[in-house]
């Protein structure tokens, strides 16, 4: 990312100099679909971020903003919606740290960023968290990382209309160069687990497809875990969630429930607990059995939770082809990334067979990313 370029352009639209913050994008090693069962996940934030310069404009809620990447500008008060998609990020923000009772005032800003849209690393959360912090550092309003990231969350919710879980928001806050974050979704306890895989590289994978299933199947997959959760509660009531939950005590439910919210439900559970075994592995520096669990945990969303596609299938195969350590689809599947987990002497082989055997299938190329875990939002 060229961040004089952001500091240039702000000067000339703005005829002033802004100071520069940042928030990055995150992957999630393991443990998906586990956020709203009340679960744990294992996300690290990355290399790849969102950037703006920004400064107080002295107006008491007129806001200016220039989306550099696309080129376009949005000019707004506090009391209109913003005409740009892209401006009710902002919007939202400001009004989720209102709610808080502090103060905001007018800015200017300019913003990019290097997160690959649409690729599963929340280019979205990386922008509410850049946003918030800058705002918060700004005017000196005295909020902790937690809030920001419920600021980000509630942006979400209320400004874009989607519901999402803490965790995108949370890594995007919290990250830290070297660490993943072992993130509990009910509590929203962390600790940092290390990471530094040295002799191995993380590669996404990008099928570079979006099937029109997601939103429905998702909402459906979440209302099968519910109807679980809410049969084994009649036996078990201290049972709230499927994190509550024993492969036993869904047993003894197997005939009450449907087979589709069986398997659903099974999935969560070993997902819950195949998320402990990686975060054990990891503490030991054991690579090999991470990669063993990241493979386990794609037959489970391929076979029992069916959020794979064929594309993210296939490219599974192909890393398990090449000896890749471990591989699986990442976010909420249909379409979107895999993330491998590679041994440098293999890393060449494993990305040019994997884009040309693709392009062969699919008639398309996939896009590879390479990632660094990294720090969390900051000012530069």
Partial sequence: MELNLLKEKFKSLYGTEGTMYTSPGRINLIGEHTDYNGGFVLPGAID??????????????????????????????LDDIPIKQWGKYIFGVCHEIMKLGKQVQGFDCVFAGD????????????????????????????L?????????????????????????????????????IRLDCRSLEYKYIPFNPEGYRLVLLNTCVAHELASSAYNKRRESCENAASYIRKYHPEVELLRDATIEMLKEVANEVSAEDYMRAEFVIEEIARMGEACDALERGDYETVGKKMYETHIGLSRKYEVSCEELDFLNDVARQCGVTGSRVMGGGFG?????LVKNELHDDFIKRATESYEQK?????KVYEVVISDGARKL
């Fill in 144 to 180: 902790d990382r937690f809030q920001l990231a419920k600021v980000g969350q509630a942006t979400e919710h209320n400004y874009v209309g989607v519901k999402c879980g803490i965790m995108d928001q949370f890594a995007s806050c919290f990250g830290k160069e070297g660490s993943l």
């Fill in 115 to 142: 997160v690959p849209l649409g690729a599963g690393m929340s280019s979205s959360a990386a922008l509410e968290s850049c946003f918030g912090f800058a705002i918060n550092d700004m005017y000196n309003l005295g």
């Fill in 336 to 340: 979107g990334c895999t993330i491998n």
């Fill in 48 to 77: 790849k971020a969102m950037y703006c310069v920004i400064k107080p404009n002295g107006t008491p809620d007129r806001i200016k903003a220039y989306a550099m990447d696309l080129s376009e500008m949005d000019e707004f008060g």
């Fill in 362 to 366: 699919f008639r398309i190329k996939p």
